[in-house]
């Protein structure tokens, strides 16, 4: 049995379920509004939610796609109790999750949300370009129209930032100082490309898709600016051999068996910016026809 760990309307998830349906194979989906209890039948032991009831030793592969397990905490009077139980129950879930994370899976919800920085540092190690970066509280000494800033964290959205709207945080040029300090920001140097490059990445093999977003100034910066009436150029690619060599032992470090890489190509360099875990990849796939849906059903 597959269990799949997803959110409620993830697109990407349903593809790969009508080829998991294909293939004949069974699965649970989990969605992120359902809430499990851990119980025990003839000496094992199963979570049960509303929607759905499975003994974790009938789980043989785990694919955790976005959202995550989330567990009944049971409330006592005593506080005293309540805190011993919470211990317990702590650990309790712990085992669960480390027994479902050791089967064979794609992703993990323990270490979906990684460390930038320390990738940055881990993708030098192994010698793949990165772009000089550094951190920041004050654009002092910053080189104007040189510079970008970017998020820390991995995920750019903010939402409710106003009533009923999400805000989204891109990739920007550094313009102008600023007077007074602020919190600290990451800055890198602003790399002049050919094109950007979407890497998907499953178990030692590369998918790669050369993104021609310096075309337009809607998109020059961060491609993720879709210009929905005049969208960038994707075309399958092939990254050189030596940095394919590097992306592996990376992604071994990073304990990762799958996620998406962002390089940019300039002249002869390919330059390493992030790894997402949980990145879309869906759109590239289906343009150049890679089928990874399949790939990650045919995994599973």
């Known amino acids: 049995m597959i269990l799949i760990i997803s959110q409620n309307q993830e697109i990407t998830t349903t593809e790969v379920i009508k080829w998991l349906l294909k293939m004949g194979k069974p699965f649970i989906r989990v969605h ?6 851990i119980k025990t039948k003839e000496k ?13 030793d009938d789980i043989t592969s785990v694919w955790y796609r976005r ?46 949300d990684i460390n930038k920085l320390l990738v940055l ?23 104007l129209e040189r510079t970008i800033i970017k998020t820390i964290g991995g995920n750019p959205r903010v939402e409710n930032i106003t009533k009923d709207s999400t805000g989204m945080m891109y990739t920007s040029v550094v313009k102008e ?21 979407r890497s998907f990445y499953l178990n030692g093999t590369l998918w790669s898709t050369a993104i021609f977003s310096q075309n337009d100034e809607q998109t020059k910066i961060d491609f993720r600016k879709y210009n929905n009436q005049k969208p960038n150029r994707n075309v399958p690619y092939q990254l050189p051999k030596d940095v394919e060599d590097k992306i592996h032992p990376l992604m071994q470090s990073l304990d990762l068996n799958c996620g998406s890489l962002d390089f940019i190509k300039s002249g002869n360099n390919y330059y390493f910016l992030e790894v997402n875990t949980v990145g879309q990849f869906l759109g590239l796939s289906v343009i150049c026809n890679y089928s990874l849906e399949k790939e990650i059903a045919d995994y599973l």
């Not at 959202?67 to 919470?86: P, T």
């Open 44 to 56: 094992r032991i199963y979570l049960e939610s509303q929607r759905n009831c499975f003994f974790i």
């Open 177 to 197: 100082y600023e007077d007074a300090s602020f919190f600290v920001t990451f800055f890198q140097e602003k790399i002049e490309k050919d094109f950007e490059i």
């Open 67 to 112: 959202g995550g397990l989330v567990f009944e905490h049971l409330q006592y009077k005593n506080e005293s109790i309540n805190l011993n139980m919470n211990e317990y129950q702590h650990w309790l879930e712990d085992y669960v999750r480390k027994k479902l994370e050791s089967k064979k899976h794609i992703n993990k919800e323990s270490n979906s």
């Open 121 to 143: 540092e881990q993708a030098q190690k192994f010698g793949l370009d990165v772009p000089a970066y550094f951190l920041a509280d004050t654009t002092d000494g910053v080189q």
């Open 32 to 37: 992120e509004d359902e809430v499990f209890k």
